[in-house]
């Protein structure tokens, strides 16, 4: 169907139309709502220029369409100008215009339909104490959503959440407001119900349980905000055992309680609240998987098969050597790296180079401990591959980046590129279940069982007020930048269950005989910590000439150390 065949260009039914042929009908209509606003002076304009939602809803289009189609953008440019010097009346009727009385009714409800779904997530810059933050703010057709905003702001600028958290944040509580809306039911009218088909709609369109599980925590957490900000009111509870005895409250959305994690760094006092609707399906065959040694092999091959494979394979080897995050190996720059006379040094005394990056939820920078021998690879990846698309680069004409890891037109390499490229490596290499940010999970078990083992050779002292697990896990945790040392706690038990199955293989040892063998390992090494430390304390403390028998009693303990240690 061509234009020429059309009634009217106001003829709601398009789709017959090529793209081509529609940017022209779209065109024609633009002209002539344009025209007949600057005739009549009336039309709806923002910041001295035409108001482009009201715009695309007189047309007709979607939002895009102003923009990409470059015969609007350039009337729209010159349109501008003309507006800055009208007196702007109201916004004219489109009844004026005789075509678009019958024939576009039905367009221009379902533009406004929706528009009235669409929702926008704009940010603002705030600042508070000389420090400035990014707020998200949601808007509905032009009108601020208030509830969302509020809390958002609250979000970003009284608890500090992480620029990526906030985007996730939004963007959730954006779809579910949208759903919300869709089944007409009010902010203040929200329930479990309501919240369950949410987690069915999300479930039929291809999201993980898992993943929904944390659409509604973000819900829920929303919820119990306008509760205890008193927007809300006996709606969410938060309060023990209101639902029983002989006063019964009917909450419209509930909740159970636990008892804060005494494994937090920062533990807060009080109880815990989460909602009851968590979704079932997410047994252990669904849980993300941590590459073994074999896989990531098997990854690193697939890697270095595609178009970049020195820098892919670095980018691979960095979150796995390092435990950084993938928004914080990329914003690695070739001046953090060291000196070829500086590497030497570090060679020499076995330690680490510390590079400053942004770390995850924190305002200030923090190191990200680099090993000697990736140093030499990414310095091979600078000599060589990278110095290869600079010079590309340059000859092109094209300012390149100082990035560590660049594209082929000299830009730092995008996050979504990097789990793209890393996405087809997990599914050619047959490593199921994964991602690349389970790279950072074989770094966290490198580290814990090089842990273990300093501990038990004495190389790591217990930090004061721990016990040994506590110990282990705040060192695995200030490596990764981790918070939450619950969370690292299965890395410790699964060494420890390597261990056993390690052991069960040569002797022979029974399912149940496994169990008992595991709480005696982890007594020994109790035990043998707590030994060296007796041994210690006794050599410093007693006076040796003063006490004939102090060498006899040291010889016992020695003795004994060393029987633990065999």
């Not at 987690?199 to 919820?223: C, E, M, P, R």
């Not at 937090?264 to 109880?271: M, N």
Request: proline share 2%; with cysteine.
């Amino acid at each position: 169907m061509k234009v020429s065949e059309l009634k009217s260009i106001w003829e709601p039914d398009l789709s017959r139309l090529s793209g081509h042929d529609k940017g022209q009908v779209y065109y024609q209509r633009c002209h002539l709502i344009l025209a007949e606003a600057i005739r009549s002076r009336r039309a709806v304009v923002t910041d001295n220029q035409i108001d482009r939602d009201w715009l695309r809803n007189e047309i007709g289009c979607s939002a895009s369409v102003l923009v990409q189609n470059a015969e609007i953008r350039a009337l729209l440019e010159d349109r501008d100008k003309l507006f800055k010097g009208l007196e702007v009346r109201a916004p004219f009727q489109r009844r004026k215009i005789p075509q678009a009385r019958a024939p576009r009714s039905h367009q221009l409800a379902t533009a406004l339909q929706m528009a009235r779904f669409s929702g926008k997530i704009s940010y603002i810059t705030m600042v508070r104490d000389s420090i400035a933050y990014q707020v998200p703010m949601l808007q509905w057709g032009g009108r601020i959503d208030e509830e969302v905003s509020d809390w958002l702001r609250y979000l970003a600028i009284s608890i500090k959440a992480p620029e990526t958290s906030l985007k996730t944040y939004s963007s959730v509580i954006r779809d579910f407001t949208r759903f919300r809306r869709r089944h007409h039911i009010l902010w203040d009218e929200v329930d479990d119900g309501l919240i369950q088909k949410f987690q069915s709609f999300k479930l039929a369109s291809g999201v993980k349980a898992d993943v929904v599980n944390q659409y509604t925590d973000i819900v829920f957490g929303f919820h119990i905000w306008l509760e205890e900000t008193g927007r809300l009111t006996g709606h969410v509870q938060l309060s023990p055992g209101s639902n029983t005895g002989k006063k019964k409250i009917d909450f419209k959305i509930t909740s159970k309680s636990s008892s804060p994690s005494s494994w937090k760094v920062d533990d807060a006092p009080g109880r815990v609240w989460n909602h009851r609707l968590k979704l079932s399906n997410t047994s252990k065959r669904n849980k993300r998987h941590t590459p073994n040694k074999e896989e990531v092999g098997r990854l690193h091959d697939a890697v270095l098969d595609q178009k970049h494979g020195e820098r892919n394979i670095l980018l691979f080897l960095w979150a796995e050597k390092t435990g950084a995050r993938r928004f914080e190996v990329l914003q690695v720059n070739v001046q953090d790296l060291p000196t070829d006379a500086e590497r030497d040094v570090i060679a020499d005394k076995g330690g680490t180079w510390a590079i400053q990056v942004f770390r995850k939820g924190r305002d200030e920078k923090g190191d990200l401990f680099v090993p000697v021998d990736l140093l030499r690879l990414t310095a091979q990846y600078v000599k060589y591959e990278r110095a290869t698309i600079v010079t590309r680069c340059e000859e092109r004409g094209k300012t390149v980046e100082d990035s560590l890891f660049l594209t082929e037109k000299g830009k730092c390499l995008a996050a979504s590129s990097l789990t793209g490229l890393s996405r087809i490596a997990f599914i050619k290499s047959g490593v199921l279940r994964s991602s690349y940010h389970r790279l950072r999970a074989v770094f966290a078990t490198q580290e814990t069982k090089k842990a273990v083992e300093a501990l038990e050779s004495g190389h790591l002292q217990l930090v004061p007020g721990t016990n040994w697990t506590q110990t282990i896990l705040l060192r695995v945790a200030e490596l990764l930048d981790h918070s939450n040392l619950q969370s690292l706690e299965h890395y410790l038990n699964d060494f420890l269950n390597a261990r056993i199955q390690r052991a069960q293989a040569t002797s022979g040892i029974t399912a149940s005989e496994t169990i008992d063998y595991k709480r005696k390992e982890i007594e020994a090494l109790d035990r043998r910590i707590d030994n060296r430390i007796r041994l210690m304390e006794v050599m410093a403390n007693l006076n040796v000439k003063g006490d004939p028998g102090i060498g006899a009693k040291l010889d016992i303990i020695r003795q004994e150390v060393l029987m633990l240690d065999d």
